[in-house]
């Protein structure tokens, strides 16, 4: 009888642990929305939309798509009421290469906000840009 007790609560134990990891992967697999470059070029411009740079000042200075507000994305999540006025469009979050921006665009969205990955950041971008130091 107590060999029988211990093997249910084994089980019980197991099936317990076993849900909770499984769903905090789900949760951890959120697929962020990606944007791929040529079709950001094509939406540049639209009202619709709002182009993000999540790199920092310096990166910003040196390069950057005309007219996008910077906020790094080590700031973003304590700075994110700033957007608040964008909140009635689409957010384009771009970087140099995608990884802050993908970061970027999952805080936004947990925000509320309507965002997109820049698909390849900077590297890729083949629209308009500004030149700075």
């Given at each position: 009888?107590?060999?029988?007790i211990?093997?249910?609560?084994i ?12 769903q905090?992967?789900k ?18 411009g639209?009202d619709?939309?709002?182009f ?15 007219n ?13 009421n ?9 957010i ?9 921006s ?17 698909e ?13 130091e």
């Amino acid at each position: 009888m107590k060999i029988a007790i211990i093997i249910l609560l084994i089980g019980a134990l197991g099936a317990g642990v076993c849900n909770y990891f499984c769903q905090n992967n789900k949760e951890n697999k959120m697929e962020t929305p990606m944007l791929e470059s040529a079709k950001g070029v094509d939406l540049y411009g639209d009202d619709e939309y709002v182009f993000l740079d999540v790199r920092t000042l310096n990166e910003h200075r040196a390069k950057a798509i005309p007219n996008s507000p910077v906020i790094p994305v080590q700031e973003l999540e304590s700075r994110v009421n700033e957007l608040n006025k964008y909140k009635d469009k689409k957010i384009v979050v771009y970087c140099r290469s995608g990884n802050r921006s993908k970061r970027g665009t999952d805080i936004l969205i947990n925000h509320g906000f309507d965002a997109v990955n820049l698909e390849g950041g900077m590297n890729k971008w083949q629209g308009a840009v500004i030149l700075g130091e």
